[in-house]
């Protein structure tokens, strides 16, 4: 078992982080704001003793240092955007607020690397790169996490079909560890054999194994042209059942997502504004991004044959900032606009093999009337992550804590029967531990514990998360 | 009911350049697109369309490659696409193009309708709907944010003027700008673009004009001098603010009244 007893916060450690970071960067007790204590979804609300808003990896370093002497419990924070209560201080003790460390260090055009600190948003990111014709792919739909978020939860995005994921654009980490230690892991390099890849084991971790205080991150040319087809289908398993089809032809798209239309119908009210369309049951966004025009129309007409061969009802062009931007900032808002559709809800992240999407979203489905509650899908039906929801709506508490288990023990469950795993890109936090337990085997999860003991002996980093007490 | 609807090609990105002897837009090697507030136009009048079974043309006034914007009108559901190009239109200013358009109109059927976008992303006159109608003798209005009615020989739209909304009945023949937002355009069709791929476009050059005075078109036509043009000045200071939240909202609110960013409620 994993040690989760801590010392007390006391007002000599509060003392003491002032002396060394800062009085007016160190807040404590109730001065806390309230925002710090949850994420955006995992239904979970807990008090860190102290925040720290530490400026340079020196100060990370000393916090760490004196909470591992004194075995107090730290939890680093980005913007608290995650959805499975990754962020959030169970065991209270300290929490570094990283999102004051923000800055953008160098561009190394010759080695296309970026140098940044872990608090830079992703929207401070692309605009950055992409002003000097550059380009990092990744892209998950929420623009103001940071990236130290994004690398702890190897967060995925839209253009993942072609591009991958954040680990794949991570070349070097500077982190600081339990005890204090700064070390570097990887660096400029495009190739590494030199033994264990730990900057791939701490992309992904949560901020279990370290603290992140530096990224080298990979770039890319920017992609001149971009287009969308938005493809109306009479029905979902229609839409979900081109996906194959479109992947095997000779065009990748950057992102291929499937929505139905009651989320755009939802969307739709949360913002106030219209959908291009909204007359068709269900619908794939497709996106393709090219060096020039030519290679980019020869890449539509393809797939909208492609869709309208496989019975699409139409395919709307998209070609435009402002077409991009009607699509965009609905598909952008699902999220919200489901939330604000009922009273509670709960996320199954799940990812499949790709052929495999069909069958699974039916399955998540056909759920909803074993149980007698709504289930909403949208996502990334081009790399197999769904994002299912699953809605309180009127239950009470219990009913729904109840019905809840069930409905994800089965999607679960009928994920691993798949070939899939728990968690595509949101990560396991607190909220998907139990799964992650469950799906991994106790063979892979004790393999898994043995790192975390390695990188943090004392448990003290962001204890009760993945596979930790 | 017949409608025409003017549309314009566009620089595809706010990094227009200009030249500045001339004040003319530079086109070479740009990117172009639909003007996007015409988008708003074409969708109205492909709603009447849908709603009342009109016929909706286009017409745009332009070099050859303005073509690519009527073959999009096609793949959105327009039926008639028109196009003024003559070497001797170029240069105009919002005067001489709304004269060009009043001839190539006349040229081009009797229309019950007419219907334009607010104003276009590179010149931002918005003066061309209003011009076109006065050469055309017809009624016109502007600000159209809501179609209320279309009854007989007339209809009825909503304005949306800076301090009120206006709601006003005007009679056919006549002419209306609209607001951006009036509807969501739809997007282009794949199925309308391979359907429409052969569709002739009518071309219109200055000879087949009912006035062929070549001083009332293009730069000779333009009484418009243009004396410097120049990109706006733009800031991106950046300022940070601590406080509780009320505090910051009051601050915030009274930064954005100071600096006149709220609009009177209506």
Redesign the interface.
């Known amino acids: 078992m994993m040690n989760n007893q801590y010392k007390a916060i006391d007002p000599v450690d509060i003392d003491y982080l002032r002396s060394v970071c800062g009085a007016e960067r160190v807040i404590a007790g109730k001065d806390v704001n309230d925002d710090y204590c949850h994420d955006e979804l995992a239904g979970i609300h807990c008090r860190p003793d102290v925040l720290i808003k530490p400026q340079s990896t020196a100060v990370v370093s000393v916090v760490m240092k004196y909470a591992f002497e004194q075995n107090i419990p730290v939890t680093p924070r980005g913007q608290g955007t995650g959805l499975v209560g990754g962020s959030v201080p169970i065991f209270g003790g300290i929490m570094l607020d990283m999102s004051g460390m923000n800055r953008i260090l160098e561009l190394d055009e010759d080695n296309l690397m970026l140098t940044l600190e872990p608090g830079v948003l992703l929207l401070e990111i692309s605009k950055f790169v992409e002003d000097r014709g550059l380009f990092y792919p990744p892209d998950p739909g929420e623009k103001t996490a940071t990236i130290g978020g994004n690398i702890s939860t190897n967060a995925g995005g839209m253009r993942a079909v072609k591009y991958g994921v954040t680990r794949d654009y991570v070349r070097g980490l500077e982190v600081v560890l339990a005890d204090g230690r700064i070390v570097e892991f990887g660096g400029k390099v495009v190739k590494n054999s030199s033994g264990y890849s730990m900057k791939d084991i701490i992309v992904g971790s949560e901020g279990t194994l370290a603290v992140v205080t530096k990224a080298v991150l990979r770039l890319l040319p920017l992609p001149k042209f971009k287009l969308s ?2 493809v109306p289908f009479p029905d979902l398993s229609s839409a979900i059942e081109t996906v194959p089809k479109i992947i095997k032809s000779r065009s990748i798209p950057t992102a291929v997502e499937f929505m139905q239309r009651e989320v755009i119908l939802a969307a739709e009210e949360f913002l106030g ?5 909204n007359s068709s049951d269900a619908y794939l966004l497709l996106t393709f991004d090219g060096a020039s ?1 030519e290679e980019i129309d020869l890449a539509y007409h393809d797939a ?1 044959q492609t869709c ?1 061969n496989a019975g699409a009802l ?10 991009n931007e ?1 699509i965009w900032a609905a598909r952008g808002a699902f999220l919200e606009a489901i939330k604000a559709s009922t009273t509670g809800m709960d996320e199954c992240d799940v990812v499949v093999p790709r052929r495999c999407v069909a069958e699974f979203i039916k399955f998540a489905s056909s759920l909803q009337d074993k149980y007698h509650i709504r289930i909403r899908s949208f996502g990334h039906a081009g790399d197999g992550n769904l994002h299912i929801y699953a809605l309180r709506d009127q239950l009470g508490e219990e009913e729904w804590k109840h019905t809840l288990g069930q409905v994800f023990n089965e999607m679960y469950g009928r994920a691993r029967e798949l070939g899939g795993q728990v968690s595509g890109e949101h990560g396991i936090g607190f909220a998907k531990k139990g799964f992650l337990a469950d799906s991994l085997g106790v063979d892979i999860i004790g393999l898994t514990r043995g790192i975390k003991a390695a990188f943090d002996p004392k448990n003290i980093l962001n204890p009760g998360k993945i596979c930790s007490g | 009911m017949k409608i025409a609807v003017c549309i314009k090609q566009v620089p595809g990105t706010a990094q227009v350049e200009i030249d500045e002897k001339t004040g003319v837009l530079k086109r070479d090697g740009v990117e172009s697109k639909m003007n996007p507030y015409d988008l708003y136009a074409m969708e109205t009048a492909l709603r009447f369309k849908q709603d009342y079974g009109a016929t909706v043309d286009v017409i745009t006034m332009g070099p050859p490659q303005c073509e690519a914007i009527v073959r999009e009108a096609f793949m959105m559901g327009v039926d008639r696409g028109i196009i003024l190009s003559d070497r001797k239109f170029g240069g105009a200013d919002v005067l001489a193009t709304s004269y060009t358009l009043s001839q190539g109109i006349r040229k081009a059927g009797n229309y019950e309708l007419i219907i334009c976008g607010k104003q276009t992303t590179d010149g931002d006159t918005a003066q061309v709907g209003a011009e076109l109608a006065e050469f055309l003798g017809i009624p016109h209005v502007t600000n159209v944010c809501r179609v209320l009615k279309v009854e007989g020989k007339s209809i009825t739209v909503d304005l949306d003027l800076p301090m009120h909304i206006e709601t006003a009945a005007i009679q056919f023949p006549c002419l209306i700008t609209v607001e951006k937002g009036i509807f969501e355009p739809r997007l282009p069709s794949f199925k309308l673009k391979l359907a429409t791929a052969d569709r002739k476009i009518e071309w219109l050059a200055l000879k087949d004009l009912d006035d062929r005075n070549e001083m009332h078109y293009g730069l000779n036509g333009s009484p418009t001098q243009v004396k410097r043009i120049f990109p706006p000045e733009s800031h991106s200071g950046r300022d940070m603010w601590e406080g509780s939240s009320g505090e910051l909202a009051g601050r915030l609110f009274q930064m954005l009244k100071d600096k006149k960013f709220l609009q009177q409620a209506r």
């Open positions: 087809l938005l504004r219209k959908f291009p369309d025009k909208a309208l139409d395919v709307f062009i998209s070609n435009t900032q402002e077409r009607s």
